[in-house]
C-alpha cells in the first residue's frame, strides 16, 4: 500500500473523508477517463479493461464508505454489504440501479451508493462529513432502509420481504430491472422462495427482477445454515425452485492468497486477480441482466467471505459495537488498505452519477408519481335502510370488480380464497390467475386475482404495488392476516415518510372470530386488532368498521380517493340488516362515529360499538333499558382513529397528513351521558380514544378468547359480549 495523507486536494464532496491514497496502482493507464461516457448510461462493454479497473475502484470506494460511515457512530452494520459491494459496483456501472434489497443491515452501503451518485444532495447530504453526521440520527438516514431516503426504492426491515419490492416494480415497469440483494442469513425465511415461485407461476412473463444472492457464509452472529452448501446443492436448489438461469461466480476460484474455507476475500488478492474477480463479477453480472429481461427467470450468486475489505471477517464484520470507532487500528488498517485518490473519488462519482442517466432520486421509477387510470363513477348501491338483510363484503366486491375493470394494473390478493369470504364476485369479474383456464373456478392465465397460500405473499405484493404507485387490495380472514402483517406495516411507515402521493394501501379483512363459531379458537384471533390499535397512533393508519352493507361501500370509496395510508376494512360475511345510509358512513368517516339511535330517559346509558355484529346484541340490550325507562344512545364507531386527540396521534409528520379529529363538543355530543359502556368483538385497544377522552362511568365489553360454537351469538355470550350483561352492567353504573 502506498503512503497515506489525510490532507490532499480533493473534490468538495470528499470533505469528511478521513484517509486518501497518494497514489493506485495502473490509475493512469485505466483510470484517466471515465468508464461511462458523458451522455451514457453505462459502460460499453464489462470486458473493458478500464471498465473493470473502475468497477473495482467503485466496489473500494463503497468499502470504505460503508466503513466510515458506521464507525462514525460506532454502530451499524458494515459487513454483509462488503461481501458484495463488488455485484452492487457491477450492476450500477451497467446502468441498473432500480436496486431493492431484502437485507436491512446493508443500509450503510446503500446509503453510500445513493451519496456517491449525488441523490442524497436532494436532503441535503452533499459531504462525507454529512453523511457520518446524519448517520442513524432523526430526519437523517436511519440503521435500516426507509421509504423517506432520495433514490432509494424501498424499505428494507425484517428478513424476507425485499424481493416482493422487485416483483412488483417488475409488474409495473416492463423493461426495467429491478435486481434484489438477498442475503443467505436471510434465505432461510420461507417467505422469499415461495413468493418467487408463485409470482412466476402466476406472471410467467414478467422476469425482469434479478435476484443477486449474497452468499458470504455468515448470518449475523454465526456461520449462514446454507453455508455447508457445496456451489453444485445451492445451484440445484435454486434450479429446483423454478430459476432456469443459474450465474455463479466464487472468489475462490480467482484467490492467489491462499486463504482457507470456501469462503475468501477478494481484496486480499494480487491486483492482476482482483481485476480477475471483478471483470467475472461484470461479466456474470451482465449475462444475468441480459437473462432476466430477455424472459428467463435468473439469479446471479456471488460467493465472498462476509466483511471482505473491511474491519473484520465473518459475522465479527457484521455490527459495529461502541468502541468501534475511527481511530480504532483495525479500522484505520481497513480503510488505508480502501483508501482512494481524490482523482478515482472524482472517477467514481462521475461514473456512478451517470449510470442510468443520472443521479438515482430523479431517475429511479418510484421518484415520480406512477399515472393512475380514472375509475369513473363507482357503480354504488344503497340499500333500503330496514330493507332486507345484505352481505356487506359481497356488495363491496361490486365496487372491486368495478375498480379492476378501469385499472388493468389493479390486483387483489388473498391466500384463503374470495369465494369464502363472501366476494366470489371479484372472482367472477377479475378471474383468478392461473396457467390452467377452468371457468368452472373463475381462472385464466391473465386475471388480477393473486391467490398464493400464503398471507406473507399476498400481503406483500399487494403492499409493494400500493408504494410503488398502483392501486391494490389485500382480502383476508382477519384470523391469518397477521402472517402478512410484518410488510404491511413496513410499507404504512414508508408511506408516511414518502416524498410523493401514492395509492394507501387497502385491505378487507372478513370472517371475523364471530362468524366462525365452528371452527374454533384457530379461526378466532380478532387480537390483530391489537397489531392496528397499537398503529392508529402513528398517523397514517385508518382502521374502518363499516356497519353494514351501505356502509362498506362507502368506506371503500373513501378510502380509493386517499394516498400514503393504510386502511384496514373489517366486515362480516353474513347477511346482516342495513340500518345506515351511505351519507351517514361518510360522516362517521369524517367525525369517527356516528349516532344510530337515541331514546330519553330519567338517566342516559352511551354504547360506543365497534363492529356490525356487536351491534345485534346491543340494539336488544338497548330496547330492554328503554323499556325499564332508561334512555340509551348507539353509536356506531366506523374510524376510531378519528376520534383520538390530535396530540395522541403523529399526524403531522406524515406526508398526506390528515389532521381531521372530533371535536371536544363533538365527542361530548356523541358519547357524554350518565353511563358509557364500549363494546367490540375485537380487541379492547380500538376502544382506547374513546375511553381516553371520557369522563363517564365506563366500562368495556371485548374479545377475550375463542371457542368452539354453534352460533356467532354462542361466541359473543363466550366472551361476555351478551344483551344481559349490557343491561346489568349499564344498571350498575347508572347506580
Given at each position: 500500500m502506498t503512503a497515506v495523507t489525510s490532507k490532499p486536494t480533493a473534490p468538495a464532496f470528499c470533505d469528511g473523508i478521513q484517509l486518501f491514497a497518494d497514489a493506485l496502482p495502473d490509475f493512469d493507464t485505466y483510470g484517466k477517463t471515465p468508464a461511462i461516457g458523458e451522455g451514457q448510461a453505462a459502460i460499453a462493454s464489462p470486458t473493458d479493461a478500464a471498465a473493470v479497473y473502475q468497477t473495482m475502484l467503485a466496489a473500494d470506494a463503497l468499502r470504505y464508505?460503508?466503513?466510515?460511515?458506521?464507525?462514525?457512530?460506532?454502530?451499524?452494520?458494515?459487513?454483509?454489504?462488503?461481501?458484495?459491494?463488488?455485484?452492487?459496483?457491477?450492476?450500477?456501472m451497467l446502468g441498473h440501479k432500480n436496486i431493492v434489497t431484502e437485507v436491512g443491515h446493508h443500509a450503510p452501503?446503500?446509503?453510500?451508493?445513493?451519496?456517491?451518485?449525488?441523490?442524497?444532495?436532494?436532503?441535503?447530504?452533499?459531504?462525507?462529513?454529512?453523511?457520518?453526521?446524519?448517520?442513524?440520527?432523526?430526519?437523517?438516514?436511519?440503521?435500516?432502509?426507509?421509504?423517506?431516503?432520495?433514490?432509494?426504492?424501498?424499505?428494507?426491515?425484517?428478513?424476507?420481504?425485499?424481493?416482493?419490492?422487485?416483483?412488483?416494480?417488475?409488474?409495473?415497469?416492463?423493461?426495467?430491472?429491478f435486481p434484489v440483494t438477498i442475503g443467505d442469513g436471510g434465505l432461510g425465511e420461507p417467505y422469499i422462495m415461495s413468493s418467487f415461485g408463485h409470482f412466476h407461476t402466476a406472471y410467467p412473463q414478467v422476469t425482469n427482477f434479478l435476484p443477486v444472492l449474497v452468499w458470504n457464509g455468515y448470518s449475523q452472529e454465526h456461520h449462514?445454515?446454507?453455508?455447508?452448501?457445496?456451489?453444485?446443492?445451492?445451484?440445484?436448489?435454486?434450479?429446483?425452485?423454478?430459476?432456469?438461469?443459474?450465474?455463479?461466480?466464487?472468489?475462490?476460484?480467482?484467490?492467489?492468497?491462499?486463504?482457507?474455507?470456501?469462503?475468501?476475500?477478494?481484496?486480499?488478492?494480487?491486483?492482476?486477480?482482483?481485476?480477475?474477480?471483478?471483470?467475472?463479477?461484470?461479466?456474470?453480472?451482465?449475462?444475468?441482466?441480459?437473462?432476466?429481461?430477455?424472459?428467463?427467470?435468473?439469479?446471479?450468486?456471488i460467493k465472498q467471505l462476509k466483511g471482505a475489505g473491511v474491519h473484520k471477517?465473518?459475522?465479527?464484520?457484521?455490527?459495529?459495537?461502541?468502541?468501534?470507532?475511527l481511530d480504532k487500528d483495525y479500522i484505520v488498517e481497513a480503510l488505508k488498505a480502501r483508501a482512494l485518490t481524490p482523482g478515482a473519488w472524482d472517477l467514481v462519482r462521475t461514473n456512478l452519477v451517470r449510470s442510468n442517466g443520472g443521479p438515482n432520486s430523479t431517475t429511479a421509477v418510484t421518484?415520480?408519481?406512477?399515472?393512475?387510470?380514472?375509475?369513473?363513477?363507482?357503480?354504488?348501491?344503497?340499500?333500503?335502510?330496514?330493507?332486507?338483510?345484505?352481505?356487506?363484503?359481497?356488495?363491496?366486491?361490486?365496487?372491486?370488480?368495478?375498480?379492476?375493470?378501469?385499472?388493468?394494473?389493479?390486483?387483489?390478493?388473498?391466500?384463503d380464497g374470495n369465494a369464502a369470504s363472501g366476494i366470489n364476485n371479484i372472482n367472477q369479474a377479475l378471474k383468478i390467475i392461473h396457467p390452467t383456464t377452468d371457468e368452472t373456478y373463475f381462472q385464466q392465465p391473465q386475471g388480477q386475482v393473486y391467490e398464493p397460500l400464503s398471507e406473507d405473499a399476498c400481503a406483500g405484493l399487494a403492499a409493494a404495488q400500493a408504494l410503488f404507485g398502483a392501486r391494490s387490495l389485500w382480502c383476508s380472514y382477519e384470523s391469518f392476516a397477521i402472517n402478512g402483517l410484518p410488510i404491511w406495516q413496513t410499507v404504512t411507515q414508508a408511506m408516511a415518510e414518502l416524498r410523493r402521493p401514492t395509492p394507501?394501501?387497502?385491505?378487507?379483512?372478513?370472517?371475523?372470530?364471530?362468524?366462525?363459531?365452528?371452527?374454533?379458537?384457530?379461526?378466532?384471533?380478532?387480537?390483530?386488532?391489537?397489531?392496528?390499535a397499537g398503529m392508529m397512533r402513528n398517523g397514517n393508519i385508518f382502521p374502518l368498521f363499516p356497519i353494514d352493507a351501505n356502509s362498506i361501500q362507502a368506506c371503500y370509496e373513501w378510502a380509493l380517493g386517499t394516498f400514503n395510508k393504510g386502511i384496514t376494512i373489517t366486515a362480516s360475511k353474513s347477511p346482516l340488516p342495513v340500518r345506515t345510509t351511505l351519507a351517514q358512513t361518510r360522516t362517521a368517516l369524517e367525525k369517527g362515529a356516528i349516532e344510530l339511535s337515541s331514546t330519553s330517559g330519567s338517566k342516559t346509558v352511551v354504547f360506543a360499538v365497534i363492529g356490525d355484529m356487536t351491534l345485534i346484541p346491543v340494539l336488544e340490550a338497548a330496547e330492554q333499558l328503554t323499556a325499564a325507562g332508561m334512555g340509551v344512545r348507539v353509536v356506531s364507531v366506523v374510524s376510531p382513529r378519528q376520534l383520538y386527540r390530535p396530540n395522541d396521534v403523529a399526524w403531522d409528520s406524515v406526508s398526506e397528513p390528515d389532521g381531521n379529529f372530533l371535536s371536544d363538543a363533538e365527542f361530548a355530543e356523541l358519547f357524554d351521558g350518565d353511563a358509557?359502556?364500549?363494546?367490540?368483538?375485537?380487541?379492547?385497544?380500538?376502544?382506547?380514544?374513546?375511553?381516553?377522552?371520557?369522563?363517564?362511568?365506563?366500562?368495556?365489553?371485548?374479545?377475550?378468547?375463542?371457542?368452539?360454537?354453534?352460533?356467532?351469538?354462542?361466541?359473543?355470550?363466550?366472551?361476555?359480549?351478551?344483551a344481559e350483561n349490557f343491561v346489568s352492567r349499564a344498571k350498575e353504573l347508572l347506580g
Open positions: 464508505l460503508t466503513l466510515q460511515v458506521t464507525a462514525s457512530k460506532q454502530s451499524g452494520h458494515p459487513g454483509g454489504f462488503a461481501s458484495i459491494a463488488d455485484g452492487i459496483a457491477a450492476l450500477t452501503g446503500f446509503y453510500s451508493t445513493v451519496f456517491l451518485d449525488r441523490s442524497l444532495e436532494a436532503m441535503g447530504i452533499e459531504t462525507v462529513q454529512q453523511m457520518c453526521d446524519r448517520f442513524r440520527e432523526t430526519h437523517g438516514l436511519l440503521g435500516h432502509l426507509s421509504g423517506q431516503i432520495p433514490g432509494l426504492l424501498s424499505p428494507a426491515g425484517p428478513l424476507g420481504q425485499g424481493q416482493h419490492f422487485a416483483m412488483a416494480g417488475a409488474k409495473l415497469h416492463p423493461g426495467v430491472l449462514s445454515m446454507v453455508s455447508t452448501q457445496s456451489n453444485e446443492t445451492m445451484i440445484a436448489y435454486w434450479r429446483a425452485n423454478g430459476f432456469k438461469e443459474v450465474i455463479l461466480v466464487d472468489a475462490k476460484d480467482f484467490d492467489d492468497a491462499n486463504q482457507p474455507g470456501a469462503y475468501v476475500d477478494s481484496t486480499a488478492f494480487s491486483q492482476q486477480q482482483r481485476l480477475a474477480f471483478t471483470q467475472a463479477v461484470l461479466e456474470a453480472t451482465d449475462k444475468a441482466a441480459k437473462s432476466a429481461l430477455g424472459g428467463t427467470l435468473t439469479v446471479l450468486i471477517r465473518g459475522a465479527k464484520s457484521h455490527n459495529l459495537y461502541p468502541g468501534d470507532s421518484e415520480s408519481v406512477l399515472a393512475l387510470p380514472d375509475l369513473g363513477t363507482l357503480p354504488l348501491q344503497e340499500f333500503a335502510v330496514g330493507g332486507d338483510k345484505q352481505v356487506a363484503t359481497t356488495a363491496m366486491g361490486v365496487l372491486v370488480g368495478h375498480v379492476g375493470q378501469q385499472d388493468p394494473q389493479f390486483i387483489v390478493t388473498n391466500a394507501s394501501t387497502i385491505t378487507l379483512f372478513t370472517a371475523g372470530a364471530l362468524e366462525q363459531g365452528r371452527n374454533g379458537w384457530t379461526h378466532q384471533r380478532p387480537e390483530i386488532e391489537n397489531y392496528f358509557l359502556i364500549g363494546v367490540t368483538g375485537g380487541s379492547s385497544a380500538m376502544l382506547e380514544p374513546i375511553m381516553l377522552r371520557s369522563n363517564t362511568p365506563r366500562d368495556t365489553f371485548a374479545w377475550k378468547r375463542g371457542e368452539t360454537a354453534a352460533s356467532a351469538a354462542q361466541v359473543m355470550a363466550i366472551n361476555g359480549i351478551t
